[in-house]
């Protein structure tokens, strides 16, 4: 409520110099507007190409069953929930766009808006896979982001990994019956490193160290180009329980370089064309924006001289 | 100052003309041009044109009834749970047939090779498309590439019109064990065959994909080839 040093200027705002304000909210807003055009557009069209994935798990052996929410950060346009699972629950996959995400634990049947049990958010990056699983024992549960790895494995191999998430032994190890080590001394809770193995059928063998608790089997096809994740659990009666999932699933061979599906007989016909790579983005919109841009900026320069001369 | 405000009143007026221009034309042309039509005018994929790009990069990962991304207010949809992987190698399912209604296509599938040098042999008949048993089988985790001639020696092959897939249409894959497949394009790409993007074609994935080549771009006389590879990627829905 200070007093305006030109108050006169109020009832005649078009044509005094006082006026620039709005004019150059127009002009700011046209300059805004096309540059947000030329950025927004690419990123769309470029968005649906690499998605991100986020798995759920439930790996916490005294936590009663909870539904699990994945909700992006922002907004609410996506939001699905694990519903009522127990210890040694895993999700598939959820294909998302990169984005900031939140992964809460909630009592069974609760509303997204409820309050959670524990809650984290995970960055979903391009191209990337994560797996947010609840760890611990319930007095130290705690939502923890593994990143797991879905590149390409070795030719001719599989690559599998070991979450250890049983509380009932410190350390335990994992290998195949003919002795091939996974995963040595994985201690509870915690991930292990991927290790590379043949295709073939295995049968996976996890062993406590301190020989407390009764060993456990799992017999897996594993097929050439997977990804797999063997989850170590307790049984519920002083012993092992081994699960075997698929990651992810890729080519058992990989051929070399490009396809030759074209002989040359309608090379003369003239054919709309896909979009490469560059021409994916929307020229039409992005010469909408430039010209927003450059009519802002003209704009801009030509009130300069006159606010000066003020 | 007197003389600057005409000035900048019309420059003003030009401002709202492009303004207005700025905002009317992608509309106008989304409206008066239907995805088809806008499609064939130009060599561009209108990027939002069926689905809502939310929709298109968001899909569910696993069939049955998890296929809404509910928004808040809404029932959310429902994650599944991961199946253990298989104990023992299933029996053998083969695709058999492949069905793209927006161009009309629908063509049983022949097996695919790969030659002494490692590449993957085209179809040994133009009029078919050919799957790659190396890769997945479609329905499957993982993805299964088919691919298929643009042109015979004579003419127009099986994936002549390939380019005119858009995102959000439909394909489907029919199985031996019975089951048919449908998938939705989420990308259609050309690029260039001396920079194949063998990791995005071949390599694993957690979610039921299909990749469907074929050639695109000039054609080299000299060498008899094609310079560009097309690639429809499609998620299994």
Redo the contacts between chains.
């Keep these: 409520m200070t007093t305006s040093p030109a108050p006169a200027s109020r009832p005649r705002p078009a044509r005094s110099p006082v006026a620039a304000p709005p004019l150059l909210r127009v002009l700011v807003a046209m300059l805004l507007g096309g540059g947000l055009l030329v950025l927004v557009a690419p990123g769309n069209a470029l968005a649906a190409s690499r998605p991100g994935y986020v798995r759920l798990a439930h790996l916490s052996p005294d936590t009663p069953q909870v539904d699990v929410w994945l909700t992006s950060f922002r907004g609410h346009s996506f939001s699905k929930v694990l519903p009522g699972v127990g210890y040694g629950a895993l999700s598939t996959y959820q294909r998302l766009a990169p984005g900031v995400y939140s992964v809460a634990m909630r009592p069974p049947g609760g509303s997204g808006s409820s309050d959670p049990l524990i809650r984290t958010t995970v960055r979903v990056q391009s191209g990337k896979a994560y797996t947010v699983a609840g760890v611990g024992r319930n007095s130290d549960l705690a939502l923890r982001v593994l990143t797991d790895d879905l590149s390409r494995p070795p030719s001719g191999q599989a690559r599998v990994r070991v979450v250890q998430a049983s509380s009932l032994v410190p350390l335990v190890d994992v290998a195949t019956t003919t002795g091939l080590s996974i995963a040595s001394g994985a201690r509870f809770p915690s991930t292990t490193a991927y290790a590379d193995v043949p295709a073939q059928q295995w049968t996976l063998r996890a062993t406590p160290r301190d020989s407390s608790a009764q060993a456990a089997e799992q017999t897996v096809q594993v097929q050439a180009g997977g990804i797999y994740t063997a989850l170590v659990l307790d049984n519920g009666s002083s012993g092992l329980q081994l699960q075997v999932k698929v990651d992810a699933a890729g080519s058992s061979t990989t051929p070399l370089g490009s396809v030759d599906t074209g002989l040359g007989g309608a090379a003369g016909l003239t054919r709309p064309d896909a979009p490469s790579s560059l021409g994916r983005l929307p020229v039409g919109v992005l010469l909408v924006g430039l010209v927003g841009l450059v009519a802002g900026a003209v704009l801009l320069v030509a009130r300069r001289p006159s606010t000066r001369a003020r | 100052?007197r003389s600057?405000?005409p000035?900048?009143s019309a420059?003003?007026v030009?401002?709202l003309l492009?303004?207005a221009?700025?905002c009317g034309?992608?509309a106008a042309?989304r409206t008066a041009a239907g995805p088809a039509v806008a499609?064939?005018s130009?060599?561009?994929?209108?990027?939002?044109d069926p689905p809502t790009?939310?929709s298109?990069?968001?899909?569910?990962?696993?069939s049955g009834p998890?296929s809404s991304?509910?928004?808040?207010g809404t029932v959310?949809?429902?994650?599944?749970?991961?199946?253990?992987?298989?104990?023992?190698?299933a029996g053998t399912v083969l695709p058999t047939r492949l069905r793209i209604p927006r161009i009309g296509l629908s063509e049983p599938l022949e097996q695919l090779r790969?030659d002494a040098?490692?590449?993957?042999r085209?179809?040994v008949d133009?009029a078919r498309p050919g799957w790659?048993p190396?890769?997945?089988v479609p329905g499957?985790?993982?993805?299964a590439?088919i691919?298929?001639?643009?042109?015979?020696?004579?003419?127009?092959?099986v994936?002549?019109r390939?380019?005119?897939l858009r995102?959000g249409d439909r394909v489907t894959v029919a199985r031996s064990d019975g089951n048919s497949v449908q998938f939705r394009v989420?990308?259609?790409?050309?690029?260039?065959?001396?920079r194949?993007p063998?990791?995005d074609v071949?390599?694993?994935?957690?979610?039921r994909t299909l990749r469907l080549?074929?050639?695109?771009?000039s054609?080299d006389?000299l060498h008899?080839?094609?310079l560009?590879?097309?690639?429809v990627l499609a998620?299994a829905v």
């Design positions: 100052m600057s405000a000035a900048s420059l003003l030009l401002a492009f303004g221009t700025g034309t992608p042309r499609g064939r130009s060599a561009l994929v209108p990027p939002a790009p939310a298109a990069a968001t899909p569910s990962a696993s998890d991304s509910g928004a808040a959310p949809g429902v994650i599944a749970v991961a199946p253990d992987a298989p104990s023992s190698s790969v040098h490692d590449h993957l085209p179809p133009p790659f190396g890769g997945a499957d985790v993982g993805a590439v691919a298929g001639h643009r042109d015979s020696l004579r003419g127009p092959a994936f002549w390939l380019t005119d995102i989420t990308e259609v790409r050309r690029v260039d065959r001396a194949f063998t990791a071949y390599g694993p994935t957690p979610d080549i074929t050639c695109g771009g054609y006389h008899g080839r094609y560009d590879n097309v690639l998620l």
